[in-house]
């Protein structure tokens, strides 16, 4: 069993930033591309970026390209988010999960998820 956690979310004035970070246990991690997604109240679970397993290939959702940045270190089993310039739209729980195959932007093709951390972004 894989288990994901999720820490560093909070409170943030629009315009600053925060990073993410997920740690899971088992080896079984660092075998695997791992990505972020977030959750608005009333929203679908949206696609916001990934690494693969060595850390040397990414893709990001075109609303964060440029301001966010995810990374790894396996030997940590941890992989984060630095999120830059945010934005009062981003406010959202924030999730990483282990992909598994197919689609990287569907949530339904990730078999393990995280408890998710809740980042507020003020106006």
């Known amino acids: 069993q894989v288990q994901l956690v999720e820490s560093g979310g909070g409170l943030v004035q629009a315009g600053g930033s925060l990073r993410l970070s997920c740690t899971a246990s088992?080896?079984?991690?660092?075998?695997?591309?791992v990505g972020w997604f977030r959750q608005a109240p009333g929203k679908e679970r949206d696609f916001v970026a990934l690494i693969n397993w060595s850390g040397n290939t990414t893709y990001y959702s075109d609303s964060v390209k440029g301001r966010f940045t995810i990374s790894r270190d396996n030997a940590k089993n941890t992989v984060y988010l630095q999120m830059n310039s945010l934005k009062p739209e981003e406010t959202a729980v924030y999730y990483c999960?282990?992909?598994?195959?197919?689609?990287?932007?569907?949530?339904?093709?990730?078999?393990?998820w995280g408890q998710g951390t809740q980042v507020t972004v003020s106006s």
């Open positions: 088992g080896r079984a991690f660092t075998n695997y591309a």
């Open positions: 999960a282990r992909y598994s195959s197919g689609s990287y932007l569907i949530p339904e093709n990730y078999a393990y």
